[in-house]
């Protein structure tokens, strides 16, 4: 079966990366196709999970507006179908990448999967734009792989057949303890991971912090950043906030955070640094869909920055907990877990054990997808 994978943020090549090494160890023709939604940050995780892209369109610009972007995918992408011809183009999530992707290989006939499919809050504009691209992606689809008993609810009570939906787990922690696998290795050395050695202090509890959604841009994230200099008073505490690129973002946290006591503002890093920070981390405030699913198995506390999520497994198990952007909500919570919080025993992360990729595997060598 010829595939194409196509990806362009760094959290989808994050979860589609374990997928690319499975399909290859299972002698599948496979072909990468990657937009470059995100730049530097997608070519670090390409680096560190060594898979070379195919086809790079590199159709991200400043200030692009949604519009720009989504019709620059599908007509670039045209070209990257008509030339490879795939039996199966491989997208995931919620991105403007795979929402056009899956339109345009849906124009051409060629059928597609959408991994982490099934994922909704209803609410279009929460998170926007992802909502609205999962749902018009599991529109055309025709095979979607569901993380989660929830998310396969989701997509039968959309009319979704049942011999279409596979539940797979969550790739993402496949890539989790792949990185966790590398980063711990006696012989294996980051220069990053070394430098935040040197700046963390370790009597302190560390606050990771991180942010990017649309819906949170202007008061929600004066809010949070308002919330995380009250925190910052605390002498026990260190907050490590790796800034989000986007000056909707960067802009704000600057202005409030920087050069003030225990609060370490630092670029992006790369995903196993992100990885060994995580490791370091008491709790982690953030916006951020895969991290709510990454930290359960690494027992991490998530304060999840939002008043609604796609991923309510994580928040009915106890492992996240919404807070919204309440100035209020987020520091009395955050206080709460620093003087209460000591694990989470022997609870399960509902996400997955790391063998979704296998299980996407089995169904694929076993079911034709020509009906």
């Not at 920055?305 to 209020?328: M, N, Q, Y």
Request: with cysteine.
């Amino acid at each position: 079966m010829k595939t194409l994978l196509c990806f362009g943020t760094r959290p989808e090549a994050i979860k589609m990366a374990p997928l690319y090494h499975e399909l290859q160890k299972n002698n599948f023709e496979v072909k990468v196709c990657v937009t470059a939604q995100h730049r530097e940050m997608l070519d670090q995780v390409l680096d560190f999970f060594e898979i070379i892209p195919d086809y790079d369109l590199d159709l991200m610009q400043p200030n692009q507006s949604l519009n720009e972007l989504s019709a620059k995918i599908l007509l670039k992408i045209n070209e990257v179908l008509m030339q490879e011809k795939p039996d199966l183009v491989l997208i995931h999530g919620d991105t403007t990448t795979s929402s056009m992707v899956a339109l345009a290989s849906f124009h051409m006939g060629i059928k597609t999967g959408h991994i982490e499919a099934g994922l909704r809050t209803y609410n279009k504009n929460a998170p926007f734009p992802e909502e609205i691209n999962r749902q018009i992606t599991s529109r055309v689809a025709d095979v979607h792989f569901s993380p989660t008993q929830q998310a396969t609810q989701n997509l039968l009570q959309e009319g979704i057949s049942s011999d279409r939906i596979v539940e797979t787990s969550n790739t993402v922690v496949d890539a989790l303890l792949w990185t966790i696998n590398k980063i711990d290795s006696d012989d294996y050395k980051h220069p990053e991971i070394e430098t935040l050695k040197n700046m963390i202090s370790k009597d302190k509890k560390v606050i990771l912090v991180t942010g990017h959604r649309r819906e949170n841009f202007g008061e929600g994230m004066k809010n949070i950043c308002e919330a995380l200099l009250d925190i910052s008073k605390r002498e026990d505490v260190i907050i490590v906030y790796p800034v989000h690129l986007n000056p909707n973002v960067k802009d704000v946290v600057y202005q409030l955070l920087s050069g003030k006591d225990n609060i370490l503002l630092i670029d992006p890093v790369s995903y196993p640094a992100f990885i060994w920070l995580m490791q370091q981390s008491f709790l982690i405030v953030s916006d951020s869909g895969g991290i709510q699913e990454e930290a359960p198995s690494l027992g991490k506390p998530v304060l999840v920055t939002r008043t609604i999520s796609e991923r309510p497994e994580g928040v009915t198990a106890g492992f996240s907990k919404l807070v919204g952007t309440d100035k209020v909500n987020i520091v009395n919570t955050v206080k709460e877990f620093l003087e209460k919080f000591n694990g989470f025993g022997n609870k399960l992360n509902p996400y997955g054990n790391g063998n979704a990729s296998r299980n996407i595997i089995d169904f694929l060598k076993k079911n034709s997808l020509n009906k």
